[in-house]
């Protein structure tokens, strides 16, 4: 099956495929629940959440969202744009649809006049930080809550 993803927005049509997204046992503590996501999403000002679902053919592979020039002190001194969130279905990991997340956000962010991409993650030996560094994130010094902070300079 070639490789063909695509962004979609989630719709009522396609949330009970979003919901069912899961990723591999042991990796649970690295991402919140996609509902969860959604609910964010839905309280936040409009345009600063950008959820969208990876499709491949008729399969819901991923969840993702990203954060659209979010107030990142919450005091209107720094804003910037990222990604929030990345869940890959277990039986979907290792494919190249985490590169596709990232490389997707980044096209949104360009397209909007960005030039850098943050992303924060859990910290420890099942979580995501190698993928991250692997596609050229830097670590930043700083924190978000515990999580590291990465940026990408597009």
């Known amino acids: 099956m070639?490789?063909?993803p695509r962004l979609e927005e989630v719709t009522t049509a396609n949330l009970a495929a979003a919901l069912?997204?899961?990723?591999?046992p042991g990796q649970?503590?690295?991402v919140e629940p996609v509902a969860e996501s959604l609910a964010e999403a839905y309280v936040h000002p409009a345009g600063v959440a950008w959820p969208r679902l990876i499709v491949?053919?008729?399969?819901?592979?991923?969840f993702l969202m990203a954060f659209l020039d979010i107030d990142w002190r919450a005091d209107g001194t720094l804003f910037r744009s990222?990604?929030?969130r990345l869940t890959v279905d277990a039986a979907e990991q290792g494919r190249g649809y985490g590169r596709?997340?990232?490389?997707?956000?980044?096209?949104?962010?360009?397209?909007?006049?960005?030039?850098?991409m943050y992303v924060?993650?859990?910290a420890g030996p099942d979580?995501?930080?190698?993928f991250y560094l692997r596609l050229g994130f830097r670590r930043t010094g700083e924190t978000s809550g515990d999580q590291p902070v990465g940026v990408l300079v597009l």
């Open 100 to 116: 596709f997340a990232v490389e997707a956000v980044a096209a949104e962010i360009r397209r909007r006049g960005g030039r850098e």
């Open 20 to 24: 069912r997204i899961r990723v591999r």
């Open 82 to 84: 990222g990604l929030w």
């Open 120 to 122: 924060t993650w859990h």
């Open 127 to 130: 979580g995501p930080e190698e």
């Open 56 to 62: 491949d053919g008729d399969r819901t592979v991923a």
């Open 2 to 4: 070639p490789f063909a």
């Open 28 to 30: 649970e503590q690295n």
